[in-house]
């Protein structure tokens, strides 16, 4: 992947819905350096993106949306960086030929705007899905893996995640309805470079279906713990009793986000890992940073810089199908990720 700094510009502005958010506002401030000017905030506090040069806008709402981009006119990308209840406001910007740049990590959600392919295609407007950290970055390292063995039968995601981020309050909503999912694999105990062999636990992050399909690998499974022992151990022992069922519902949702706020246990750091076999045969890459939250900005505003400047074909794509981004962890050294290659193989708990 190329680095110009502004390589011609977009034509037109970019409207960064949760613009102001924990992973918006990096996304906000990265395009504004790259663009001066075209990156517009968007949120449903209209008084707080006002102040912010931006504007009100509820995804809950296509109509809402529908009329901010008439009243902007000239925005070419939308960048939802919060995620909506359904495909609409996906398809709002489509079919008017605007780009869509996605950070949303529900399986469900990424299956409805992926099925909007054709009217993007048919009105030139891309979408970008699978864009963060996971999904997003674990996409790029499960294709790398999956490369290196020749083409693998299974892949096993790991993600490590820092307990002492001041995670977003959509994204902390996201995780704990995660732990109200059934899930169908065992724990995994693994090496996650610079904290040891750790046990990881099933987790639904949406790689698990779509890498499938993107890649033509028959099980992809995805797991997660903490940077804390304890509370790793504590959270998944609750799931084990059914007590994280009641997560299904969006007020426990809520209550439960906030809660874990309050939580100031370990650190920011960040590790993901990917492992793909294929027979005897084993590779492995592994990512390491802190703040998924900043880095989950940076990854949608270098997808957004690649889709506004015209370099990703028109219709949905997930970032690892979009060969032009394959070098992005190595991009993202100059922001603190280091791309590594682990020893050591996985062990089913
Ligand atoms: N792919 C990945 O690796 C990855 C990683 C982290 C997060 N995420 C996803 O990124 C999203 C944002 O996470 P975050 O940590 O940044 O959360 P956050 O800090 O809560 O930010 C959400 C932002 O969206 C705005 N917002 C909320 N509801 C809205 C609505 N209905 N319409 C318009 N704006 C709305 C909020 O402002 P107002 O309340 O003022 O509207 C806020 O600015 C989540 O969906 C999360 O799952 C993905």
């Known amino acids: 992947m190329t680095t110009v700094k502004s390589p011609g510009g977009p034509a037109g502005r970019i409207l960064v819905v949760g613009g102001y958010g924990a992973v918006g506002a990096t996304v906000t401030s990265t395009l504004d350096a790259w663009f001066p000017g075209r990156a517009v905030p968007g949120g449903r506090d209209a008084a707080r993106a006002r102040r912010l040069g931006g504007v009100g806008v509820d995804v809950t709402d296509p109509e809402d949306l529908l009329r901010v981009l008439e009243v902007l006119s000239d925005v070419t990308a939308v960048v939802l960086c919060v995620e909506p209840p359904d495909a609409r406001v996906a398809r709002v910007c489509l079919e008017r030929g605007v780009h869509v740049v996605d950070v949303g990590a529900t399986a469900r959600l990424l299956d409805d705007v992926g099925a909007l392919h054709g009217v993007a295609a048919d009105a030139g407007a891309t979408a970008v899905l699978s864009v963060g950290l996971a999904p997003g970055l674990t996409n790029l390292l499960a294709h790398r893996a999956h490369d290196a063995v020749g083409g693998a039968d299974g892949i096993d995601l790991t993600v490590l995640l820092g307990s002492g981020e001041r995670h977003g309050a959509d994204a902390l ?12 694999v065992r724990p995994l105990r693994t090496e996650l470079p610079g904290h040891g062999s750790r046990t990881a636990h099933p987790f639904p992050f ?7 399909r993107t890649l033509g690998v028959a099980r992809v499974t995805t797991r997660l713990c903490l940077d804390s022992r304890l509370l790793t151990g504590v959270l998944f022992a609750l799931r084990r009793t059914g007590v994280t069922r009641a997560a299904a519902r969006p007020d426990v949702q809520r209550r439960l986000a906030a809660l874990t706020r309050r939580v100031r246990v370990g650190g920011d750091g960040f590790v993901i890992r990917a492992d793909a076999r294929r027979g005897g045969r084993h590779a492995a890459y592994a990512l390491t940073g802190r ?14 810089r690649e889709v506004v400047t015209g370099r990703v074909s028109a219709g949905v794509h ?12 190595e991009d993202l050294g100059r922001h603190g990720v280091t791309l590594l290659r682990p020893p050591g193989g996985t062990a089913e708990r």
């Open 173 to 184: 909503r996201w995780t704990v309805a995660g732990l109200a999912e059934p899930v169908s």
């Open 206 to 212: 949406s790689d698990q279906h779509t890498l499938p």
């Open 291 to 304: 703040g998924q939250s900043r880095v989950t900005g940076l990854v949608a505003a270098y997808v957004t």
């Open 318 to 329: 997930h970032i690892e199908q979009i060969p032009r981004l394959a070098g992005l962890p």
